[in-house]
């Protein structure tokens, strides 16, 4: 349930409008340089990543709040899966029920596309998402394990 006055809308942004979600994942990862988000971005669309933009509609304007990359995968054990990456949402809109919805819309794209599961990343040290995550009805099955070549 969002808790605001205004609505929120959820699209797939065309991968000619992914500078549109810079400013969101430069603050995201802020200690990774512009220019490298960039290369990485544009590496990641050719991989197949799609981008859904978070919007809220105030005085006769969309305006765009947030955004989450979106992959789709066949796993081994898990079969076809949605995949929500990196979602960021501006902070004077956090904890408005805006992840919520963004779940609900994730979840009905998932099932359009005949996916079997949805699944995703969350960092150790942030405890608030993964208490969302565990809210929303998401499970841990493991670690996330990573070591670093450069």
Known sequence: MIKNDFKISFELLEKSEFEKA?????????NTSPKLIKERLCEMLKQG????????AQQ???????????????????GRCLEPDNVYISPQYRSKGIGNEL???????AKTRKTEAIELNCYLENKKGQKFWEESGFKALGYHYQKKLI
């Open 49 to 56: 990543m799609e981008l859904i933009g978070i919007f809220s």
């Open 22 to 30: 810079l400013p969101f994942i430069e603050d995201h990862l802020s």
């Open 60 to 78: 006769n304007s969309l305006k765009l709040i947030g955004i989450s990359g979106l992959w789709t995968q066949t796993r081994l054990y898990s």
């Open 103 to 109: 779940m609900l819309w994730i979840e009905a794209l």
